[in-house]
């Protein structure tokens, strides 16, 4: 009996030197190998290099693409209040609208897991939440997208907000983040995350040490908190810049800490270029977090998207790649080794941060498959190669054929 389909000439590195077939039977990985077989229907990587999707672990869809609604863009605090300001405007449709056409952006660059975080506090409700929760039904076919619901504006200082997100969790929400740097009593809030965690048992993602005073940090209280309610392997920890401003023998004692609680941490090369190191009118620190360091020291990392066109960063195309290309330009990294853990801080790693189950190019897996117009993993990430096409559990979402170049034709 023929596969219900067979992509063939694809280049999957760590399963063999050569070109292989991958043979797609009821949306799951059937075989792999130089013959697979015949194929109702054949597609052709074109000795392009395929990788199992990108795997977003940290965007936020509900305040994308508002850039033309805000006054100033500058500082942290500047766009925190520029958002807070504009989101008792926003409508669920408003949400939805501007969500979608962000998600449908990240779908054509080969993304296929997404955690999207949604605000929820007493201006904007469970407004968002809503939204995306339709965006994730009706896009389940391209993407598995999962919705982090955390209080942005602080919890303890904003009544309300705890019984809001304790709504959202009982009403599906999939996991539940924090924000303590905006909370007036951040490690209370810390608590009261976990506490709710437990309650539903969720996995916590926060958002933590977002400046780079390096004389203080969170993360002695995420990662004991962690251990207290053994938690180990199901938090993460977004931006930690403070990370970018410690030598390396401090880097070194929190990376081994992290290893050892499971707190994964999550990079966001563009928010974070953006808006770190404000203070300074020359010399300006990178301010972003050294995760080839920590992934080297057994820490989960990922790099990852956060927010597009807004006042946190206003500009970005969901291209997970290029986030990756960013991270290895930031960090000043040339060896091709160190070019494939870029693209794995994109593909992998964020899928073991994510705790996504049957995630890779293997026998027995979903067939989420996307080919990348490269030989390699360095060359992909070096030359921020472009997406051709992509399949979902077998079945092919997009295709973006290659550029081609119309040459004068001889008389
Ligand atoms: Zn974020």
Redesign the pocket.
């Known amino acids: 009996m023929p596969f219900d389909l067979v992509l063939d000439h694809a280049l999957v590195p760590a399963l063999s030197d050569g070109p292989v077939s991958i043979a797609v039977e009821e949306g799951l990985i059937a075989a792999i190998g130089a013959d697979v077989g015949p194929g109702r229907v054949h597609e052709d990587a074109g000795f392009s290099l395929v990788v199992p999707g990108f795997v977003d672990s940290?965007?936020?869809l509900d305040k994308a693409c508002i850039l033309d609604r805000c006054r100033a863009e500058g500082s942290l605090a500047e766009a925190i209040g520029e958002v807070a300001r504009l989101k008792a405007d926003f409508s669920e449709a408003d949400i939805h609208a501007r969500a979608e056409a962000t998600l449908r952006m990240a779908i054509l660059q080969g993304t296929m897991r997404i955690r999207t975080?949604a605000e929820i506090d007493t201006r904007i409700g469970l407004r968002g939440f809503h939204a995306l929760q339709r965006l994730k039904r009706d896009y389940a076919f391209a993407v598995d997208l999962e919705i982090c619901v955390f209080p942005q504006e602080g919890l303890t200082n904003d009544p309300g907000a705890e019984d809001l997100l304790i709504k959202a969790c009982s009403e599906g929400a999939d996991l539940v983040g924090g924000c303590p740097y905006t909370d007036s009593d951040p490690e209370e809030q810390i608590a009261r995350i976990f506490a709710i965690a437990r309650r539903f048992d969720l996995d916590v993602d926060f958002?933590i040490d977002f400046d780079l005073d390096p004389s203080w940090t969170h993360l002695d209280a995420v990662i004991a908190t962690t251990e207290l309610n053994g938690w180990e392997g199901r938090v993460a920890v977004?931006?930690v810049t403070k990370l970018s401003a410690m030598p390396p023998e401090r880097v070194a004692f929190y990376a081994a800490r992290l290893a050892r609680a499971g707190v994964a941490v999550t990079v966001?090369p563009a928010?974070d270029l953006f808006l770190m190191g404000r203070g300074r009118d020359h010399s300006v620190p990178r301010g972003v977090a050294p995760a080839h360091l920590l992934a080297g020291a057994g820490v989960t990392c990922s790099l990852a998207t956060?927010?597009v066109m807004n006042p946190?960063t206003p500009f970005g195309d969901c291209s997970l790649n290029r986030m990756a290309n960013l991270y290895a330009n930031i960090a000043q990294l040339s060896r091709k080794a160190d070019m494939a853990l870029c693209l794995d801080m994109v593909t992998h790693q964020p899928a073991r941060l994510m705790r996504c189950e049957g995630y890779g190019i293997a026998v027995g897996n979903p067939a989420d498959m996307v080919v990348i117009d490269a030989k390699g993993e360095a060359d992909a990430v070096a030359r921020i190669a472009p997406v051709l096409m992509g399949f979902k559990r077998g079945v092919k979402t997009f295709d973006r054929p290659r550029a081609r170049l119309i040459e004068p034709t001889s008389a």
């Open positions: 940290h965007i936020h975080h958002h977004g931006h966001l928010t956060n927010n946190f």
